[in-house]
DNA sequence: TGCCTATATGCGCTTAAACGCATAGGCGGT
DNA sequence: ACCGCCTATGCGTTTAAGCGCATATAGGCA
């Protein structure tokens, strides 16, 4: 049930809405990019997006040594609609993220 | 600056979120008209609404003994963009709230 | 097999959130 | 002045999040 605080609860941390704005693209990216670009230390990372994954918001995927992350392409509309509110939120708040690459 | 986490994390909690949902109509309520609804103690519901009103999300007014609690009429379009989009997920999954009378 | 890179995870620690209880303060009515 | 209702807050406790460090697992390549 209560899908929406789990969602926020995923997007209240900065690594993780972080993960979430680069991945906002559709883009797949592997943990070690995302590491780079939102400068957090291996487990961390990997535990981040064990929350996002749990979540329901990304799904991974096995490529040879790598894992790569991207949005879950199956996602409710309401949770799309949510998602593309608070990426359009941040972007225009300057938001962590900042620079990216 | 980190608006949007800070918004995240308002929403992040059953109650507060609850306190949202039934304040998205735009009227005002008072903590013990909340508490009722959201089935809260005193101490509980007072500092949740705190917390909103921290984030910014909420204005208060006293009225008598009462303090009058109401959705922020000054936000921020981005941000009213995403309260938006959670009133109406949470709606539409038959979140938490439910029977409001 | 052995080694290197990439990722996940167990463990212990630290910090912050949330709660209940009790109390204080604001306001109205008697 | 006193009492009762409504709300806020200090305090101590419990619970959960997040972190780093070390280690395990998985795949590629020699």
């Given amino acids: 049930m209560n ?4 969602l926020m609860s995923a997007l209240s941390d900065p690594t993780r809405l972080g993960a979430l704005l680069l991945l906002a693209d559709g883009k797949e990216r592997c943990v070690c990019k995302l590491m780079e670009h939102l400068n957090a230390t291996q487990s961390r990372m ?4 064990g929350v996002l994954k749990q979540a329901g918001l990304v799904v991974d995927r096995r490529d040879a040594q790598w894992v790569r992350y991207r949005l879950n392409p199956a996602l409710a509309p309401s949770t799309k609609a949510i998602i593309k509110a608070v990426v359009a939120a941040a ?8 620079k990216v690459a």
Avoid: Q
């Fill in 46 to 49: 990997s535990r981040h997006m």
């Fill in 3 to 6: 899908t929406v605080i789990t």
């Fill in 91 to 98: 972007a225009a708040s300057e938001d962590i993220v900042g």
